[in-house]
C-alpha cells in the first residue's frame, strides 16, 4: 500500500496550490478518501473528505470555500485544490484513506507533503 503526496510548496498569500495523492496496492475506487494537516506544535487536523464515488465532499469550517476535494479513480488519485491561502495554512498536509469492512478498519497514511504560506 502506497500513498504519495505532491504539490506542496511556498506560496504566498491569496496564492493557490493544488496537492495530489497517488494511491496504490489496494482498491482505491471503494475507499473514503480524506485530507488533513499538521502545523507545527498542533496535533494532526482534518480538513477534507470525500467518498468512494466523488461525491458529497465535506469540509472543515477553517478551509470550507477555499479548498475542494476531488478524485479521479481511473487514476487512483485524490487532489486538494486550495485557493486563497493563508499564513495560517501553512502545515505538512497528509491524505489517508480509509474504509470499514465486516467491523475491521482499514486505514492508510501518506508521507506528508509542506506547504508554507507566506510573503
Known amino acids: 500500500v502506497q500513498l504519495v503526496e505532491s504539490g506542496g510548496g511556498l506560496v504566498q498569500p491569496g496564492g493557490s496550490l493544488r496537492l495530489s495523492c497517488a494511491a496504490s496496492g489496494f482498491a482505491f475506487s471503494t475507499y473514503v478518501m480524506r485530507w488533513y494537516r499538521q502545523a507545527p506544535g498542533k496535533e494532526r487536523e482534518w480538513i477534507a473528505a470525500?467518498?468512494?464515488?466523488?461525491?458529497?465532499?465535506h469540509y472543515a469550517d477553517s478551509v470550507k470555500g477555499r479548498f475542494t476535494i476531488s478524485r479521479d479513480n481511473a487514476k487512483n488519485t485524490v487532489y486538494l485544490q486550495m485557493n486563497s491561502l493563508k499564513p495560517e495554512d501553512t502545515a505538512v498536509y497528509y491524505c489517508?484513506?480509509?474504509?470499514?469492512?465486516?467491523?475491521?478498519?482499514?486505514?492508510?497514511w501518506g508521507q506528508g507533503t509542506q506547504v508554507t504560506v507566506s510573503s
Open positions: 470525500i467518498i468512494s464515488d466523488g461525491g458529497a465532499p
Open positions: 489517508n484513506a480509509w474504509r470499514a469492512i465486516q467491523g475491521r478498519e482499514y486505514n492508510y
